[in-house]
C-alpha cells in the first residue's frame, strides 16, 4: 500500500497528488522511517549508478586509465547533455583507447536548454555522448578494456563488465539481482525490481563501508569525493542533486532514477534514503528526499533554506506569478519515526 | 476516493501506477459511466479553453474580424509553438489591429523540437506568439478589440472579457466560477475548481448544442469543426489530442489540459468525457480518455488501431528496444457502466 507523500496546491487549494513509499534505515538494515510498503520491488534505474561504479575504481581501473575526479563522477551521473558533460565522457573513452561509436546507450538530445542551444549552434546532431548515461557507459567501456573484455554486447546481462558491475549492486544491497527480476533500462542495460529498503541499504553501506572490502570501502568513499568535487557533473545546474550537493559537499550524497525513484547517502550519520514515486514522478521524489534529509542531517542556517527550497519549491507561472507550491503531506512529515 | 487508472509496465512487471477520476456523461446530466470521485472540484486547466472561445464566437466578432477556421482552432489550442502556431497567434492580433506586446500569457520556449530548432536557426528567442497559450490569449484580445474593452489587464477575473468568457464556461458546465473556487493558470488568467462531472457536462452539451441558445449552438458546431479540420493547430504534430482528431474527425473533439486533466466531446453520441490523473500525468489521462473513447464511440478498423495505439503506447528505449508500456487497469477498462 502507498502511502500519501507530496501535494502540488494552486490557490490554496490541493491540485494533484503523488502517493509511494520511502525508507530510511541504518548500514546495520535497522529501520528509522518508513513509509508505505518498504518490501515491493522498485526498478532502481539510475538511482544505483554509484554502484555500479564501484568496481571501476576498486579494481584499479580507473588509476590505470588515470581517470579523473570529474570523469569519475560523470560515472555517476544522469546528465543534461552540456557540452562539458559530453567533453568528459569523451575524454574517458579515448583513456580507454576507444572512441563514441562503442557507446550502446542510444542518442537523445541534451536535456539542458544549454545543451540543446550548443548543439543547434553547431549545426549539429546529438551523439550518444548527449545521452544522460554515456558517462556511465564510458566507466563501463574502460573497464572492459581494462579487463581486457571485449566492447560489444557489453550493455548485455551475460557480458562480463554487467556481470561485474551487477555483482556489486547486488551485493551492496543485499538484493537477488537476476533474469527473475529484470527489465531493460533506457540505455539498454538490464534493471533490477529489488525492495525499497534494500536500495536504501546499498546507500547507507556506499557512506558508511560497514561490512566491506577495504578495497569497496575506499572506492565507495573515492567516488563520493568524485561527486562531492563536481555537483554539476552528475546532474547539471540547477538540478536538484546538484543543488543538495553544491550546498552539502561530502555530508550529502544523492540520486536520481526515471520513474521517481531517489536514492541519498548520509555517510556522517551512516543512514541510506531511498524514496519511490508510485506514479514515477521526479517532482515528488525531490519533495520527499528533501524532507527526509532535513530530517536525518546536521545543517547550517545556509543549508537549512536549500533543503526548504527543495522541499516546500513554489511554482510560478510563465509571467513570474506565485501560482501554488508542492510539500510534503502532513501525515509523511510528522510520520514517527520506527 | 481515487481509482486506479492506469499501469506503467517494464519488462512484465508494473513500475508505475496512476490513480484518478474519470466520468461520461449525457447532455441532461446522465452518467453513463464513473470511477473515482467524480464531484470532488478540479481545476479545469487548458481542457475548458473551446468553452472560453465561445463568445469569441457567438457574439459575432469572429466573424467581424474575419477569422479563419485555422484562427478558431488556435483560440481553442494549446500548442507547442512551431513557426505555423505562432504565425497564425500573429494574424489574429493583426486582424485585431493589434501586435504581440498586448498578449498577457508570458513567454516560453516551444515544446516541440521543430519549434525550438526554427528561433534557434533563426538567432532568436522566443515571444509570447510561442507560449502554448497564444492561440486563446489572440481570441481574447480580438474579443475585446470587438467589444470596445481596454485591452490592459483582460486575464484578470474583473475584465469584461474574463466575465464573459467564465459565464461561458459557467453556464456550459453548470458549475459555479467565482473567487471562491479560483486560482491562477500557467498564462495568468483565472482557472476554477470543479466538479469533474460538470467539466464533462460542459463538453456533453459543446457537442449536442442540448438546452443552449441557437447562436451558442451555433457556435460550439463552429468551433469544434474548425478544430477538426484543423487538428494539427490545436496541439501539434504527433500529439494525443492532434492523433484522434486526425482519425476521427468531426466525431471526437480531444483537449488536455495541465496536471493530468482531460476533456473529450462525442457528439454523435451526445456525450461528454472527463477524466482527472490525480498525480497531474498527461501519459495517464490520455491513456484513460482513449480507452473511455474506444467504449463509446463508434470506430472503423482504422479509427480503433489508433485508439489502441493510444490506449497501450509502447515505451521503446533510446536504442528502440521496446522496455515495457501503459495500459488501463483492467478494474477500469472492465469496470461496469453505471
Not at 497528488?17 to 526498478?43: C, K, N, Q, Y
Request: overall charge neutral; hydrophobic content about 45%.
Amino acid at each position: 500500500m502507498d502511502a500519501h507523500l507530496v501535494e502540488v496546491t494552486r490557490g490554496g487549494r490541493v491540485e494533484s497528488s503523488h502517493m509511494g513509499s520511502a525508507v530510511v534505515v541504518d548500514a546495520d538494515g535497522v529501520i528509522l522511517f518508513r513509509a508505505g510498503d518498504i518490501e515491493a520491488p522498485v526498478f532502481t534505474r539510475s538511482a544505483v549508478k554509484a554502484l555500479l561504479a564501484l568496481p571501476l575504481v576498486e579494481t584499479g581501473a580507473a588509476d590505470r586509465l588515470g581517470l579523473s575526479d570529474a570523469e569519475l563522477a560523470l560515472a555517476c551521473a544522469s546528465h543534461v547533455g552540456e557540452p562539458v558533460h559530453a567533453r568528459t565522457a569523451a575524454s574517458m573513452l579515448r583513456k580507454a583507447g576507444q572512441d563514441p561509436d562503442c557507446l550502446e546507450c542510444g542518442i537523445h538530445w541534451p536535456t539542458s536548454r544549454a545543451g540543446q542551444r550548443a548543439l543547434f549552434e553547431a549545426g549539429q546532431e546529438p551523439s550518444a555522448l548527449h545521452n544522460n548515461c554515456s558517462g556511465k557507459h564510458a566507466g563501463f567501456v574502460c573497464l572492459a578494456c581494462d579487463n581486457g573484455d571485449t566492447l560489444l554486447g557489453y550493455v548485455r546481462p551475460e557480458h562480463a563488465v554487467m556481470r561485474q558491475v551487477t555483482e556489486a549492486a547486488a551485493h551492496m544491497t543485499g538484493a537477488r539481482m537476476d533474469e527473475n527480476n529484470r527489465a531493460i533500462d533506457g540505455c539498454s542495460i538490464p534493471t533490477y525490481a529489488i525492495p525499497l529498503r534494500a536500495l536504501a541499504l546499498g546507500f547507507a553501506r556506499f557512506g558508511s563501508g560497514t561490512g566491506q572490502h577495504p578495497d569497496r570501502a575506499e572506492a565507495a568513499t573515492r567516488l563520493r569525493r568524485a561527486v562531492a568535487a563536481n555537483p554539476v557533473l552528475v546532474a547539471g545546474e540547477g538540478r536538484f542533486d546538484t543543488r543538495l550537493m553544491q550546498a552539502f559537499g561530502l555530508s550529502v550524497f544523492s540520486k536520481m532514477g526515471a520513474e521517481g525513484i531517489h536514492v541519498v547517502s548520509l555517510p556522517e550519520q551512516g543512514l541510506g534514503i531511498a524514496v519511490k514515486c508510485a506514479d514515477g514522478a521526479a517532482r515528488a521524489a525531490e519533495v520527499a528526499i528533501a524532507a527526509l534529509v532535513a530530517r536525518h542531517v546536521d545543517a547550517t542556517p545556509a543549508q537549512h533554506a536549500v533543503l526548504d527550497a527543495c522541499m516546500r519549491p513554489v511554482l510560478r507561472n510563465w509571467n513570474g506569478i506565485e501560482v501554488g507550491a508542492l510539500r510534503p503531506t502532513s501525515g509523511f512529515v510528522h510520520g514517527k519515526r520506527t
